[in-house]
């Protein structure tokens, strides 16, 4: 089916210092389309419950609300968000064009964000470690399909303390598909651990809410673990749990310490998850072992 590749793929096979940089490069490319999704998903998420609000007043506003302009993915072209200059081709080439600018608007020169630049790198470094560790393989597109949706979900939830359905859900989708040819595990323990995942997290919300009265995390998280589970199987879920809790708490005290956050206000526990499923990718055999032992 996928024979016109074959020519490309032995050439990775036999260089693969060629596959390695062009795993990079790519990986770079979809950084900055994951910049754009980071930050236009909840918007568009937003934009859509305002519809669905409006849908429900129709009869009290009924024509007088204009068809909200398109706004996805794609439409309308990225512009400056201070002073709206259309971003030209060249100043979109992931870190290149960041170095260019020297971090500012060619336009107005607000600064642009670091992150932006942080986000392409991450990304460009996650595809290159991957190509890797797992070669040549349709295992390694997975991998990074699943690398890539966890970076998103790691600055979303940073961001706005969503983790959203349009992510979580074909992920989970797409890690038990991958497990039907044992891509990581098989897939009994594939869809138990879909299910583990999700109840796990959704046990402890339901816990946390009736001793405390306080709701400790969101939906979202407990999708987010489904997903993880459909990718590595029901077995790597603890490990992945400890890890993220470990490294969350550790967080959360520093930031607390540090007087940067009210002991009070929400930390976001999907970017720990994140971080317990790559740690899953990476390192899920010594993971299972090491619990096991
Ligand atoms: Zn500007």
Not at 25 to 39: C, E, P, Q, R
Not at 195 to 220: D, P
Not at 281 to 289: A, V
Request: glycine residues 10%; hydrophobic residues 55%; contains cysteine.
């Amino acid at each position: 089916m996928l024979d016109f590749l074959d020519p490309a793929l032995s050439i990775f096979r036999a260089h693969p210092g060629i596959y390695f940089a062009f795993a990079t490069i790519i990986g770079l490319m979809i950084g900055s389309f994951l910049n754009v999704a980071i930050y236009r998903l909840p918007k568009m998420m937003e934009h859509e419950w305002i519809r669905n609000c409006r849908e429900l007043q129709q009869d009290a506003a009924a024509g007088d609300v204009p068809p909200p302009a398109k706004y996805n993915l794609v439409v309308p072209r990225s512009a400056c968000p201070a002073c709206g200059h259309n971003i030209a081709a060249w100043e979109n080439i992931p870190i290149v064009s960041y170095l260019l600018l020297r971090g500012k608007c060619s336009a107005c020169k607000t600064p642009i964000s670091i992150r932006y630049p942080l986000v392409e790198a991450l990304t460009g470094l996650l595809a290159g470690v991957i190509a890797w560790q797992f070669g040549v393989t349709g295992i390694a597109l997975a991998a990074m399909i699943f690398a890539f949706a966890l970076v998103a979900l790691t600055f979303i939830d940073f961001d706005t303390h969503l983790l959203p359905d349009d992510i979580t859900l074909p992920l989970l989708w797409i890690g038990i598909i991958v497990n039907m040819n044992n891509g990581f595990t098989d897939l009994q323990s594939s869809v138990i651990g879909a299910m583990a995942g999700y109840l796990i997290l959704w046990s402890i919300y339901w816990l946390f809410k009736i001793v405390t009265g306080k709701e400790g995390m969101g939906y979202g998280d407990f999708k987010l673990l489904a997903a993880i589970g459909a990718w590595f199987g029901w077995q790597l879920l603890p490990a992945v749990l400890l890890l993220s809790s470990i490294v969350g708490s550790v967080i959360g005290i520093g930031l607390i310490v540090l007087a940067k956050h009210g002991r009070e206000m929400p930390i976001p526990f999907g970017p720990y998850l994140a971080l317990g499923g790559i740690a899953a990718l990476f390192w899920g055999t010594q993971l299972s072992r090491l619990y096991l032992a």
